[in-house]
């Protein structure tokens, strides 16, 4: 019996697939049968490559961490004071969001939603380390309040997934204007 290879464009494929299913119909309704249709594979051949449904999204979930924040941290020097720092890493993440749309929706979901395995989040939580690390040297700079790092996130950085959403679905166009309102708006209230 011949072993079968793996072959990395079907990997691909199958995570494609689920993005679009995950997007478009949600997690419980984007079955493995969907995923292997939609990758036009057999179903077989997604466990050649993932365990089960659960790691199939978990290795999603990471591969889109590890996207994300490639974009966040794209140009992005420690040597710079905090708030240049930050402000680069906001419109990073700002761009990142306006100019993929998909693999945006797929990980505000994940935020939302308890399919991720929990020791998967953290290791997705590896990837804003910088930003983690940026907020901790302004705390002990005095720039910025000492609060938790998920009352930062949720003050500075998840407001964007709000506002991108509102811009596709064309209610709220975020122009060069608003978006630096917005970052003033993200800063004033996390500086002292």
Not at 8 to 34: E, I, W
Not at 44 to 62: G, P, S, V
Not at 69 to 97: D, L, T
Not at 130 to 139: A, H, N, Q, S, Y
């Amino acid at each position: 019996m011949a072993i079968r290879q793996k072959c990395d464009k079907k990997r691909v494929a199958l995570l494609k697939a689920t993005l679009h299913l995950v997007n478009n119909q949600g997690f419980h309704h984007a079955p493995m049968s969907k995923i292997a249709e939609m990758a036009e594979m057999s179903p077989a051949t997604i466990y050649i490559y993932f365990e089960n449904k659960q790691d199939l999204i978990n290795q999603l979930y990471l591969e889109m961490k590890s996207t994300f924040s490639s974009f966040a941290f794209k140009n992005y020097s420690e040597e710079q004071c905090v708030k240049e720092s930050f402000k680069k890493v906001w419109y990073n993440i700002a761009n990142f969001k306006l100019n993929h749309e998909k693999e945006s929706n797929f990980l505000s979901q994940c935020d939302n939603t308890p399919i991720i395995d929990e020791e998967i989040k953290l290791e997705g939580l590896k990837h804003l380390q910088p930003l983690l690390d940026l907020w901790e040297r302004g705390i002990q700079e005095g720039i910025i309040k000492p609060i938790s790092p998920y009352l930062l996130y949720a003050f500075t950085i998840y407001p964007l997934a709000f506002l991108t959403k509102k811009q596709y679905k064309n209610s709220c166009e975020l122009t060069t204007n608003k978006l630096i309102e917005a970052f003033q708006v993200a800063w004033d209230g996390i500086k002292i």
